[in-house]
């Protein structure tokens, strides 16, 4: 499976939604290596960007130096947020990156054609509007552009979409999104400018083939990155031969995904991506996420107050497939203390000190009855996307583990009986610990080392209380 995330511009330091979707890739990379399937994870960062170049201005530094210094901060979140990517792409600096869009470029030059373009144009969303102002808001007036453009031939791909998408060979989900996308497709697609002249992308970006006064766009640019980051070996490998090819992709860049790049590829004589799965955002404390949103949305700040653990389970255990979540500190900090510090935490030490107590450490040979049954449900949920549905599955094991103890009293057993529930318990255990690698890989060593092994080491506390706890 080739799973990608969107690759972010790179104007600030990444905020929590980032963390969210590459959470979400990292659980489908870790549950698919598992289960044996080859995997390739890939995230990077989308450098070309205006926004860019913009904010290097506001801050009076090269554009070079800031691209640089986000651009850090985004890999540099693999290790607090216990990240398992393979590829990291950055697109200014990727080897075979401009040399790919290029390819792509003249594979789709049937399609292309140069037209006079004019409208009004917002610099803040990289976008033309019919009227100022724009409906993000942005501050600054639209500017009028008048210039001469390359074109896409969109158009001529408006059945081929539907059809790949209404017969499943563009899976997009959830269903909503997928509707969505078929209605925009239906109600007829118009061919598109991708690309910009030089001087009003700031001579930041790729210029278009054979024509160096114009920038090609940075979408068209930025959506390349899942086939050049593949240039050479790898194209063949993961974008020819591979089955699945999964973007997991904001709402806020659907079209551009599930309609643009999908007609860019076809045009290119390219297989498609496979799957879509599109999330919804997050918002901090009731507010939209945005560079002042301060410490709550830095995903790093959060990871050293609360531990990875805490971070990860919260994005997994509380966000739903369909819908905006609030983020909160004392949410996550409630859920952690919930689960992981009273479900989990008390289940695995209870276990290891009557495993002392009782059986002087040694675990049982015979691994004793088998609780609740959760890879498949764990899989199934996986496959709808849906990270909470799985990560309550695997809680159900928790559960169960938890009322097990309740009825089966083992302080109140013989001997045999303290072997045989034991036995049951500290298989539970160990199981918890293999379901719970791909969700939270680093509570999942933790519980794997507290009840390894023939004999047990002593019980110590896996969790800390989180509440109280304030960035
Ligand atoms: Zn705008």
């Known amino acids: 499976m080739y799973i990608t995330t969107t690759i972010p511009y790179v104007n600030a330091r990444p905020h929590l939604g980032h963390a969210l979707e590459l959470v979400q890739a990292d659980v489908l990379a870790r549950h698919h290596r598992r289960r044996g399937e080859p995997v390739r994870f890939q995230t990077g960062t989308d450098d070309n960007s205006l926004k860019n170049v913009l904010a290097a201005e506001a801050e009076g530094v090269p554009v070079r130096e800031l691209v640089d210094r986000n651009a850090a901060a985004f890999e540099g979140l693999r290790q607090p947020l216990d990240l398992s990517f393979d590829a990291f792409i950055r697109t200014s600096s990727h080897p075979a990156h401009r040399a790919g869009v290029e390819r792509i470029w003249r594979a789709t030059a049937h399609d292309l054609y140069q037209r006079h373009y004019e409208g009004l144009y917002c610099v803040g969303c990289e976008q033309f509007y019919p009227e100022d102002p724009c409906p993000d808001g942005h501050q600054a007036p639209l500017q009028r552009v008048s210039e001469e453009n390359w074109f896409f031939r969109l158009s001529r791909y408006q059945d081929a979409l539907l059809e790949l998408i209404r017969d499943g060979r563009l899976r997009i989900e959830p269903a909503a999104r997928r509707n969505e996308v078929l209605a925009f497709i239906e109600a007829g697609l118009a061919d598109i400018s991708i690309s910009r002249s030089a001087a009003r992308a700031r001579g930041w970006g790729i210029p278009v083939p054979g024509d160096p006064e114009q920038v090609i766009y940075v979408w068209w640019d930025a959506l390349a990155n899942y086939v050049t980051a593949l240039e050479g070996g790898d194209h063949d490998r993961w974008w020819v031969a591979e089955r699945r090819k999964v973007h997991l992709v904001g709402k806020g860049v659907i079209r551009f995904h599930a309609v643009y790049w999908p007609a860019m590829l076809l045009s290119a004589g390219e297989p498609l991506p496979t799957e879509i799965y599109v999330h919804d955002y997050l918002t901090v404390d009731g507010r939209k996420i945005s560079k002042s949103a301060g410490n709550s949305a830095d995903p790093v700040t959060l990871v050293d107050a609360y531990g990875v653990d805490a971070v990860r389970w919260w994005l997994l255990r509380d966000v739903p497939r369909v819908g905006d979540a609030d983020f909160t500190e004392a949410r996550l900090a409630g859920r952690a203390d919930e689960d992981l510090a009273n479900g989990l935490g008390n289940l695995v030490n209870r276990v290891v000190t009557m495993v002392h107590r009782f059986l002087d450490g040694h675990v049982p040979d015979a691994p004793g009855e088998r609780l609740a049954e959760v890879s498949p449900a764990v899989h199934a949920a996986l496959e709808d996307f849906d990270f ?21 009293r083992p302080w109140q057993q013989d001997r045999a009986g303290q072997e045989a529930s034991l036995g049951t318990l500290v298989h539970a255990c160990r199981a ?40």
Request: charged content about 25%; proline content about 8%.
């Open 388 to 408: 909470r549905r799985a990560a309550a599955a695997v809680w159900e094991l928790v559960e169960e583990a938890n009322r097990y103890v309740e009825r089966t």
């Open 432 to 471: 918890l610990a293999v379901h719970l690698e791909p969700f939270l890989p680093t509570a999942a060593a933790r519980v794997a080392a507290a009840v390894g092994g023939s004999r047990l080491p002593r019980p110590e506390p896996l969790f800390r209380r989180l509440a109280g706890t304030r960035t």
